[in-house]
């Protein structure tokens, strides 16, 4: 046995500590030159980071990993910097490191006839190819960036929220335009606001927007302590909070939202909705055509800009990956049991390829140890693997809208009982 894991962000290295746990071999793959993934900071545009002042959305007591608590003297919600940190003590604490090629990327992962994988792999020495029984996938689904298919050119400065990284001094006094209304959205609206001469928020379609805090405490933490209470039940309970506490979205030019909360991935954000209220950030309907610095909207209005941010969203992306198998780019759903296992291919595993309401590391976790369980012999998957996935597919935790950006979705607390439950069965 010798298993190979693409990427050593948080899903990577919680699936290496499960390797060595286990007692397997195994090879960490990573293209950068530190743990983390997303989380390392870096200036360069086109590499996936956190921007400069970002904060995890998800509290410290849910985003931990079960087995290596956050030090408590960290905030509600840390910032990147102690998260990467974070990062680096656990890979350290359970000894991934010395496994971990830094500086290689996969260029290719081919399916074998034994059912192994052969890995072409780019490092600093040059291209080199090696075998291996299983493959684990933990490359993330947040650093290929979606773009919006709006007519026309766009004369000034154009980027994704993928390449944001500070509001520094050349977007003071500029005209922006930030495109979504996302958790990405929300922070650069926020961020820019600070330093721009006006920023406007283009939004398409209602969202809810949910603040970090509720009764005083983390709202992720006040959602885990009404799990007794039916989801609908949840549901609407949420949706009348949010209504009374902050009054009709209309009011302040932004769509309203018909359906309850959780029907739509929510925004974690406390204080965009303030700088609405504050005209810091203004609301604009959804873009519909750009012609040089000025923008068309779908009401009939325009404005000029001298830069426009597309804060909407990723790809799901393997490029690694022979063409055609498994293309997720544009799916709605994701034909794999428990978001991890294929049904054709027994060697495969994705870790971390879900997106919970919630954090993806901890349930990561799970997967993991999962997996290792299967490679072991101590785990036997269903023998009506696709009747599992389909029932999975038709039966999603949310009723949310059929979209790529859904395509993932996960409710922590049902996800993390299915995983266990799965991990129950385990020799």
């Known amino acids: 046995m010798h298993v190979a894991i693409i990427g050593a962000g948080p899903s990577g290295i919680t699936a290496a500590k499960n390797c060595r746990q286990a007692g397997i071999p ?41 087995d290596f608590p956050m030090p408590a003297s960290y905030p509600d919600y840390p910032s990147h910097r102690q998260v990467q940190a974070y990062f680096e003590d656990y890979a350290r604490h359970f000894g991934v490191l010395p496994e971990v090629r830094f500086g290689h990327t996969v260029q290719r992962a081919q399916r074998e006839g034994d059912g192994g994988w052969t890995l072409t792999v780019r490092g600093p020495d040059g291209e080199r190819t090696e075998r291996f029984t299983h493959l684990m996938v933990a490359n993330g689904h947040h ?21 944001f990284k500070r509001a520094d001094d050349s977007w003071r006094g500029q005209r922006v335009l930030v495109i979504g209304a996302g958790n990405s959205a929300a922070d650069v609206a926020v961020e820019t606001s600070r330093v721009a001469q006006r920023v406007h928020l283009a939004v398409r379609s209602p969202q809810w927007f949910v603040p970090k805090y509720l009764f005083g405490l983390p709202a992720d933490v006040i959602a885990a302590r009404q799990r007794w209470v039916p989801q609908g039940l949840r549901q609407r309970g949420l949706t009348l909070l949010l209504r009374t506490l902050q009054g009709p979205y209309a009011k302040l030019g932004l769509p309203e939202n018909t359906r309850p909360v959780l029907s739509q991935h929510p925004t974690l ?3 965009l909705l303030d700088l609405v209220r504050h005209g810091r950030v203004v609301a604009r309907p959804a873009v519909v055509r750009f012609d040089g610095h000025t923008v068309h909207f779908a009401d009939g209005t325009h404005d000029d800009y001298d830069i426009v941010v597309a804060a909407t969203g990723f790809k799901i992306t393997f490029p690694f990956f022979e063409p055609g198998f498994l293309d997720l780019e544009e799916a709605t759903t994701v034909p794999l049991y428990r978001k991890m296992l294929h049904p054709d291919v027994p060697t495969l595993y994705f870790i971390g390829l879900f997106q919970p309401l919630g954090c993806i590391w901890p349930l990561a976790d799970h997967q993991a140890k999962l997996a290792c369980a299967e490679i072991t012999g101590r785990y036997r998957r269903p023998a009506d693997l696709r009747a599992r996935i389909a029932h999975e597919v038709a039966h999603p935790h949310y009723a949310m809208d059929r979209a790529p950006r859904h395509s993932t979705e996960v409710d922590y607390h049902r996800f993390r009982d299915e995983l266990l439950g799965e991990l129950a069965t385990a020799g």
């Not at 959305?57 to 849910?62: A, P, Q, R």
């Not at 026309?152 to 993928?162: D, I, M, N, Q, V």
């Open 143 to 163: 650093w290929n960036p979606r773009w919006p298919d709006i007519p026309g050119h766009f004369a000034g400065r154009y980027l994704h929220s993928h390449d």
């Open 269 to 271: 954000n406390s204080d």
């Open 26 to 66: 195994y090879t960490l793959f990573e293209r950068s030159d530190k743990v983390g993934g997303n989380w390392v900071f870096n200036d360069a545009t086109g590499h996936s980071s956190v921007y400069e002042n970002t904060h995890i959305i998800s509290s410290k007591t849910l985003s931990s990993y079960e």
